[in-house]
């Protein structure tokens, strides 16, 4: 007894090891692993994600102080690489390969196999009948069985003058069953690779300027683990033009028709290889491997600063950005080199100004740039540029500034249109020379976006035959005096179907009609 | 005829589908009522029930001739927002009832009531949405809009008749005495397992082939997990499940006409409350 009792643990936990193989390759764990998977998606499409929009999670941050180190904590801003989403589809995974694998080998061996043996009693199958009739021919009979049988396997196997006749149609089934699965697998690897080699940056660039297809040029970037930054493939683009169209009559008014990036592009130095580009949505510029896609277009005012010294220390185009439908732009203008004191302008563009009040704002009416004009806050002081914080060309760090005010102390507000100029109180200028626009590209790349979608395809593929074919067994036995037939489905069809097998098959196979008995 | 004039008559067309498709769906309900309780069906229950399918051609008709109009007037595919989504939508699920009538008779006439009611129901939710015919944004102006959102309508379409039948197994399969105008449980399992085997590689095209290749050209990424692409994710997981549950010992029956139902939620949630109230890359509903 002390030896089985010594020997029990090391038993039982290859069995335990065993039994939880068991339960994690079973189809209720399975089928529980993937409601639990539709049911971890879901705080996703209800919360914003970083990895989507990462202004949304931060203005969500903001808006909820309380709550969001929870859901930092949970990992619910990144809910699609957070360890529980992981950790579920993962186990599915593994389920579903240890389900796999096994009926792979199951089925390669039942393909090899003879089809099973007839059963020794016809009537206990689902449908049967017995025709007691003389066969002249058994040979001839047995060979109408296989007509009317058609591509199905079939083996037929002589004994003591009885001649069986088993047949087996509709492998297909499993077979589609187990390249679904499988098209699973090769679409999660595919993703998987693709994401590892892939990148992804946007850039804005401003009509008339320049972009080169190097890291420091991008203002957001994000690539693969493998993915070798410094092999970025070389090409630059020069951007002509930005075309926006919007509606101009009619209740859809201002809504957005078509947008549009042309210009030049070409490879390495050689600026005679230049080759235009027309860049829509729905339609990306495809350079090699790499496509760039128009994502977002917008106005850049052009500004012209000029310092109490009388030097011009600013001339440039700045991109401001939409905040709505109707393009109200928001940005900021930072000029560190004026003197004596650096200046930050901050404020507003709106493409078709409108008044709506003496003492109000005024608002845009229309996305198009039929009457530009900003409006800006003027700051002085220090723009906090040298410090080696990053600093987003969004934003003013306003710590070091002092904002311009009126004589009755309100905020000092420069209107201008394109062409005006506004003096600075304390010397200075600044003119709103005119306007661009500028296109946001994001330039990516998706290395092995054929095998998920291959993957896919095949994946349906086999869907289809795994749904539509049904698996059926068919016996023919065929003496001098009786025949019999018998049909088995794996999945029952209903309505009379295999009835009906079984009365075509009989039909076929008898010698003649007339001279059967049921 | 102008695409002013074609813009109108869709209107009145659709209103008037929506109108017709009402008389039907009461007709039905009188099938019903008048054949409480009989064990065999008094000949002014199916006449009834002849008034309701004749009706619902008519209903068709109209709504064909209001969803082409429409298409007319905008000069695309009808199916460019919510509005249009709704009105061909109802289409194609009148379209697979007819077909399905015609090749399976008495095991499906009696989704008439269910279908008629809930065309009309998304008809007239569909007129909350209406926005009038016109181009689409530009993300929209590709042949994929085509290909992808018939797609999904199609799924849609057999989604709504395979949740019909298996609510109404869920019901049979309690009282298998009662409800004496539907066939019997295993009859209702098989359909509504034969319409969603249809209508599940099809979502699969939909959701997992033409929209990360659409979403390719125009958003740069094949997969982002918009709302509408998780909740598309989610439905397509739910009815693998509910495909799963069929062949699962314990799972069988209730249990998995219940995964079909919540399949079915899913879609439609994926519909109007993504569309309406969650937003992303995917809002077009106005």
């Known amino acids: ?73 949970l990992g619910l801003f990144h809910t699609y690489t957070s360890v529980w989403f992981s950790a579920v589809y993962l186990l599915l995974m593994v389920s579903l390969v240890g389900c796999i694998v096994p009926r792979t080998i199951a089925y390669a061996k039942a393909y090899a196999a003879r089809p099973p043996n007839a059963p020794a009693n016809f009537s206990r199958m689902p449908a049967s009948s017995v025709h007691q009739v003389d066969v002249p021919d058994v040979d001839a009979a047995v060979q109408r069985a296989r007509n009317v049988l058609g591509r199905a396997r079939i083996d037929v196997r002589e004994r003591d003058g009885v001649t069986e006749l088993s047949a087996e149609s509709g492998q297909l089934r499993e077979f589609g069953n187990l390249v679904f699965h499988l098209a699973v697998v ?50 630059a683009i020069h951007l002509d033009a930005v075309d926006a169209r919007f509606q101009l009559t009619g209740p859809q008014r201002g809504a957005p028709r078509s947008f549009a990036a042309r210009g030049t592009w070409s490879v390495g130095t050689s600026a005679d290889q230049e080759k235009s580009f027309d860049i829509r949505v729905n339609h990306p510029l495809k350079i090699g491997r790499t496509s760039v896609f128009l994502i977002g277009q917008g106005y850049a005012p052009v500004f012209k600063v000029t310092d109490a010294e ?22 900021v203008v930072k000029v560190p080199d004026a003197q004596p004191e650096g200046l930050g302008f901050q404020g507003f563009f ?35 540029l040298d410090t080696g914080r990053p600093q987003s060309v969004f934003m003013l760090d306003k710590t070091r500034l002092t904002q311009l005010e009126n004589k009755d102390g309100t905020p000092l507000r420069v209107s201008l249109s394109p062409g005006q100029v506004a003096d600075l109180p304390g010397g200075g200028s600044i003119q709103f020379v005119e306007v661009r626009q500028f296109a946001r590209l994001q330039v990516s790349s998706s290395p092995f976006a054929w095998l998920p979608l291959g993957a896919t395809i095949l994946g349906v593929g086999g869907l289809v035959l795994s749904l539509l074919i049904r698996p059926r067994r068919t016996w023919v036995r065929v003496s001098r005096t009786v025949i019999e037939v018998a049909a088995l489905d794996r999945i029952t069809r209903g309505g009379g179907d295999l009835d009906d097998h079984v009365r075509r098959v009989a039909e076929a196979v008898l010698p003649s009609p007339g001279q059967e008995e049921t | 005829m102008t695409s002013e004039a074609y813009a109108q008559a869709s209107t009145y067309l659709i209103a008037a589908a929506t109108v017709v498709l009402a008389i039907a769906f009461v007709a ?28 619902t051609v008519l209903a068709l008709l109209i709504l064909l001739a209001g969803v082409v109009t429409r298409g007319l007037a905008a000069g695309r595919v009808p199916w460019g927002n919510m509005y249009e989504f709704g009105c061909a939508a109802v289409v194609l699920m009148l379209v697979a009832y007819l077909v399905l009538m ?7 006439d009696w989704t008439g009531a269910a279908v008629t009611g809930i065309g009309t129901v998304v008809l007239g939710a569909s007129m909350l949405v209406y926005v009038p015919a016109g181009p689409l944004v530009p993300a929209l102006h590709s042949y994929w809009l085509v290909i992808h959102v018939f797609a999904a309508m199609l799924a849609g379409a057999a989604f709504v008749i395979g949740a019909i039948a298996s ?78 549950a069929r062949a699962t010992a314990g799972w069988k029956g209730r249990a998995a006409a219940i995964l079909c139902l919540v399949g079915f939620a899913t879609f439609v949630f994926n519909f109007i409350g993504v569309n309406l109230f969650v937003g992303g890359l995917h809002s077009y509903a106005k």
């Open chain 1, 350 to 384: 709106l493409p078709t100004a409108i008044t709506v009040g003496d003492d109000k704002a005024p608002i845009s009416a229309f996305p198009a740039a039929a009457n530009p004009l900003v409006g800006l806050f003027v700051f002085r002081g220090d723009l906090g």
């Open chain 2, 167 to 244: 609510a109404a197994y869920l019901l049979k399969s309690r009282n298998p005495a009662g409800f004496s105008r539907l066939p019997s449980a295993t009859r209702l399992d098989e359909i509504a397992f034969k319409v969603n085997a249809f209508a599940f590689p099809i979502w699969t095209f939909a959701a997992l082939i033409s929209g990360p290749i659409w979403a390719q050209y125009a958003w740069g990424r094949y997969w982002g997990w918009d709302p509408k692409e998780v909740w598309a994710f989610i439905t397509w997981v739910v009815y693998a499940g509910y495909l799963h």
């Open chain 2, 28 to 55: 039905h309900v009188a099938e019903w009522a008048l054949a409480r309780g009989a064990d065999e069906e008094p000949t002014s229950a199916s006449v009834a029930a002849g008034i309701g399918r004749s009706v």
């Open chain 1, 186 to 235: 090769g679409v999660l690897v595919g993703v998987a690779v693709g994401s590892l080699y892939g990148y992804r940056g946007a850039v804005v660039v401003t009509e008339g300027d320049d972009f080169s297809n190097v890291l420091t040029q991008y203002d957001d970037f994000a690539s693969g683990a493998l993915f070798d930054r410094e092999a970025l493939p070389p090409f």
């Open chain 1, 1 to 73: 007894m002390s030896g089985a009792a010594t020997d029990a643990p090391e038993l039982s936990r290859r069995e335990f090891a065993r039994w939880m193989w068991r339960q994690v390759t079973s189809m209720r764990t399975a089928l529980l692993l993937l409601l639990l998977l539709a049911l971890v998606a879901i705080p996703g499409s209800v919360l914003p994600q970083a990895s989507v929009d990462a202004r949304a999670v931060e203005a969500y941050r903001l808006a909820h102080p309380e709550l969001a180190p929870w859901l930092d904590r």
């Open chain 1, 310 to 331: 009388g030097e011009v220390v600013f001339e440039d185009a700045v991109p401001f950005l939409p905040a709505d439908a109707t393009y109200t732009s928001s940005g």
């Open chain 2, 102 to 108: 015609r090749r399976w008779g008495r095991a499906i």
